[in-house]
């Protein structure tokens, strides 16, 4: 027996599902072909009614589960785009504190000179004015 494939679209001839011609979404294709009709597919909505019938499944839990599953992927999506906001503000505060690290020593250094600075001059005014007779 092949295996049966999940496809979202049949791209065979007829194109449709084996049961009810339905052409879009999720289909099973069902990896045989019939000569004169072509490659057989089903759709999902035939494949739940069939699950129901041969008793498989509770379809109302199988709706649940798969309204679940949209949300879920919806709450991904939602995910992904906060990380990647999340990733860039934490790559801008990481610029942003090397920034001001860079900013604060360049203040200690400018400090540290108008330090010097006034220190020299200090020196300088007391030479001058013994030079003068002041004290
Ligand atoms: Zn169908």
Known sequence: MLEYVVIDHPPLAP?????????????LDMQREILGYGRLYLCLRCAKNAARLFG?????????L??????????????AVLTTERDTALTNFALSAR???TLAERVTELQ????HLES???EEAEVSLSLVGGS
């Open 15 to 27: 194109q449709a599902c084996v049961g009810c011609t339905r052409q879009q979404g999720p289909t």
């Open 56 to 64: 498989l499944v509770d379809i109302g839990k199988v709706d649940q």
């Open 66 to 79: 798969e309204a679940y599953a949209e949300q879920v992927l919806g709450l991904e999506r939602d995910l």
């Open 99 to 101: 920034s001001a690290n």
């Open 112 to 115: 540290d000179r108008c330090t």
């Open 120 to 122: 020299r001059i200090r």
